[in-house]
């Protein structure tokens, strides 16, 4: 359940390389702590690559998933983060985890 790909740097010598598709996507440090799941939807201008331009500058890298059911897998993903570290990422904010679920 947890999004395992690489984490790249984010810059737009890698942001290029993205696809205008929907998903989700990870922001994190330089140490890899995830502060943000976000999810670049239908009315995300260019996708996941959109997204990703938005936010140079507020991490140091991020990884990608393609997805069509990018909400579902968003929230997936938030409690899934809940679950391993009590608290959801530093940057999502209550109207994005406001009624998810608890992993056991």
């Known amino acids: 359940m947890r999004l395992n790909k690489p984490w790249l740097p984010l ?3 890698q ?10 996507y990870e922001l994190a440090d330089d140490l890899g702590t995830v502060l943000y799941i976000g999810a670049a939807d239908a009315r995300s201008l260019f996708g ?12 140091a890298r991020f990884r990608v998933e393609v997805n069509t059911a ?3 897998r968003q929230r997936e ?5 809940f679950a391993d570290h009590g608290r959801y990422p530093e940057f ?3 109207q994005e985890t406001r009624g998810l679920g608890r992993l056991s």
Request: no cysteine; glycine share 12%.
């Open 48 to 59: 996941l690559r959109g997204e990703l331009e938005h936010r140079i500058g507020s991490a």
């Open 70 to 72: 990018y909400r579902t």
């Open 92 to 94: 999502n904010t209550e």
């Open 77 to 81: 993903l938030l409690m899934v983060h």
């Open 11 to 13: 810059e737009d010598s």
């Open 15 to 24: 942001i290029e390389r993205i696809g205008a598709q929907l998903g989700v």
